[in-house]
């Protein structure tokens, strides 16, 4: 049996009197896809900033391939293999798509200061490396006829596959994607659904997943962990937090099945 790739063990956080996450745990197993739900202010962005290290938590702890992450400066998550997107897109607008997927490829080269001030041979090298990954990226998530045009001038639903394709370049294990669906169409909803199957598919990364569009967490997640008010009320597959008493009473709504 495969150790599981995410551990969330009693995580608890609290800012000032409010309780954000209420001693939640729950795990990942390799090549998944977990979603995440509930209401507004249930706790999802407040946990997923505590695995991207922007929070620390006041107790309990956080195990990605069975090594607590909690110890880690922020910078060195990506290292460590978890890659993320975020619902307020974090690109940079004057950039070209390439630009900005090539920014994603950095943690995977040991380059320093000295050696880039100087143009060492190594820093060419690693260039060249940087851009044949973040090509690769663009193709596969069929962003090569934009791969040129400055990101300002680009769709929503185009810059949000920018920013996938810029989390695929950082080589993760795990990956975070926070309301991917968020602006996005019927028709760009689809199309997202079916590129993150194929990513699972295709490269064996386990995907958590932060989404109010319920159609997309139910049609895809092997799993499914319902919050509110910082607490977990439910854990699952899709079919069993369809049915769940907490979770349609505090989320899905009277009419849920």
Same mark, same amino acid.
């Given at each position: 049996?495969?150790?599981?790739?995410?551990?969330?063990?009693? !995580?608890?956080? $609290?800012?000032?009197?409010?309780?954000?996450?209420?001693?939640? @745990?729950?795990?990942?197993? *390799? #090549?998944?896809?977990?979603?995440?739900? &509930? *209401?507004?202010?249930?706790?999802?962005?407040?946990?997923?900033?505590?695995l991207s290290r922007l929070y620390n938590p006041d107790s309990g702890d956080v195990l990605f391939q069975e090594t607590s992450i909690l110890q880690m400066a922020s910078h060195r998550i990506v290292d460590a293999g978890i890659g993320r997107t975020f619902q307020n897109l974090a690109l940079f607008g004057s950039l070209s798509v390439l630009d900005n997927v090539r920014i994603g490829t950095h943690s995977r080269f040991n380059g320093s200061f000295l050696s880039d001030a100087f143009y060492f041979p190594s820093t060419g090298?690693? /260039?060249?490396?940087?851009?044949?990954? #973040?090509? /690769? #990226?663009?193709?596969?998530?069929? !962003? &090569? *006829?934009? #791969?040129?045009?400055?990101? @300002?001038? !680009? *769709?929503?639903?185009? $810059?949000?596959r920018v920013e996938l394709a810029r989390s695929l370049a950082t080589n993760p294990k795990l990956l975070l994607l926070d309301e991917p669906a968020c602006g996005l169409n019927h028709e760009e909803v689809e199309e997202l659904s079916s590129v993150i199957l194929q990513i699972r598919r295709d490269r064996g990364i386990a995907i958590l997943l932060v989404e109010h569009h319920m159609a997309l967490v139910m049609s895809i997640s092997d799993k499914v962990v319902a919050l509110n008010f910082g607490k977990k009320i439910g854990e699952g597959t899709p079919t069993e937090i369809r049915s769940h008493p907490e979770v349609i009473a505090a989320y899905l709504g009277a009419e849920a099945p």
């Open positions: 049996m495969h150790p599981k790739i995410l551990e969330i063990r009693d !995580l608890t956080i $609290q800012f000032g009197g409010v309780v954000a996450l209420d001693g939640v @745990s729950f795990d990942m197993d *390799p #090549a998944t896809i977990l979603g995440l739900i &509930g *209401p507004n202010g249930a706790g999802k962005t407040t946990l997923f900033n505590c090298r690693n /260039e060249k490396a940087a851009e044949i990954i #973040a090509r /690769e #990226a663009i193709d596969y998530l069929g !962003l &090569g *006829p934009v #791969a040129n045009r400055r990101i @300002s001038d !680009l *769709p929503f639903g185009t $810059q949000k």
